[in-house]
């Protein structure tokens, strides 16, 4: 039997996807909704390269979305100009920065001593 497409019940993720990239398999993976599709960018591409593909069922309405501007493993983004960059970029859904939003309100957490 030779699939085109599988109906994968929970997440496709880097630990299903490489032993078939090792074995020259591909084929479709079907998916509940974008949560279940937990591939890395790096073997997402290499399984599209090799016709292998991910279909999402159901696609979620965006309601609202909350911006990060802290990029852990480079330099962070101005969070004014990143916010206005999503803004443009999603018309219609409300854009919110939490933390430019709520400064000085937050205090920082005590991990250790008083």
Do not use: C
Request: glycine share 8%.
């Amino acid at each position: 039997m030779d699939p085109a497409a599988v109906i994968v019940p929970q997440s496709v993720t880097d630990e299903l996807v490489i032993p078939l990239l090792r074995e020259g398999i591909h084929l479709h993976f079907i998916v509940r909704d974008p949560m279940r599709n937990a591939l890395s960018p790096i073997y997402r591409a290499a399984w599209e390269k090799r016709g292998g593909g991910v279909t999402v069922v159901h696609l979620p309405k965006v309601l609202a979305l909350v911006a990060n501007p802290v990029n852990p493993t480079g330099p962070d983004f101005d969070p004014k100009e990143f916010l206005t960059a999503l803004s443009k970029g999603l018309p219609g859904v409300p854009v919110h920065d939490v933390a430019l939003e709520t400064r000085g309100s937050l205090t920082k957490k005590r991990w250790f001593g008083r």
